[in-house]
């Protein structure tokens, strides 16, 4: 009986990290389309996945361009119209190019 309950926690411990995980994937590859590095995307990501509806990610995967810096990334994001979603991101890019963010300095 408690080796069947220990198989179900794991299991629901391991279920509940998956979708976490899949929206970093997800954050990372929408802001690497939208023009930034990635580092500063993975940076930004690790940061931002938590803090994200699906309709924001949505709005996030629209903003693709070729090559653009964190200021017009932030500044395109403010033209959504999402205070919260610019919060997230002008807060995660600004962490992360402080260099203050942890996942920064490793990726450097």
């Known amino acids: 009986m408690h080796k069947a309950a220990a198989v179900i926690a794991t299991a629901l411990a391991v279920a509940a990290c998956s979708p ?8 990372r590859s929408a802001l690497v389309d ?3 590095s990635a580092p500063n995307a993975a940076c930004m990501a690790e940061r931002m996945t938590d803090r994200l509806n699906i309709g924001q990610l949505q709005r996030l995967q629209s903003l693709r361009a070729p090559r653009r810096s964190l ?3 932030v500044d395109t994001v403010r033209r959504l119209g999402d205070a919260e979603l610019l919060g997230v991101t002008a807060s ?9 963010a942890p996942e920064k300095k490793s990726a450097s």
Not at 20 to 27: H, T
Not at 92 to 100: E, T, V, W
Request: hydrophobic share 50%.
């Open 92 to 100: 995660a890019a600004a962490l992360c190019a402080s260099g203050f």
């Open 34 to 36: 939208a023009g930034l």
């Open 20 to 27: 976490s995980k899949l929206a970093y994937g997800k954050v």
């Open 71 to 73: 200021a017009d990334y």
